[in-house]
């Protein structure tokens, strides 16, 4: 049985495939990594100089998850600005005071009802 030029390269390279995470070590991979991460963060950062308004990568992630519960905050948002435009906008009520300090103006009595009552009570 001969083996063709092809079928010993394609051997070599799942034998190299499989033994490379073998013989790399492992400071090397961790190595690799904090450079991902350092680069990662970094790209990060710029993002967030130039959209200040951008969510944490934690909201996103979580955004990412679960589209309807962003759906639903962004809607009770609006109804929380709605409510509120329309407590501005709406007609404000007079404020009532107590009888004791505008009698006047809520007692229906005249005035000379209103002493004759004084009159009475101090006796």
Known sequence: MFLSPIKIMVIVAVVLLLMVPISCPKWRTASIECALKRIQERVESEVRDAIPDLPSTGDIARIV??????????????DAKEAAEVRKNAPRRPRRCSPAHHPAQFDPLSREQRIRRRRLIRR
Request: glycine share 0%; hydrophobic share 35%.
């Open 65 to 78: 998850r679960s589209p309807i519960n962003l759906l639903n905050q962004l809607s009770d948002q609006v």
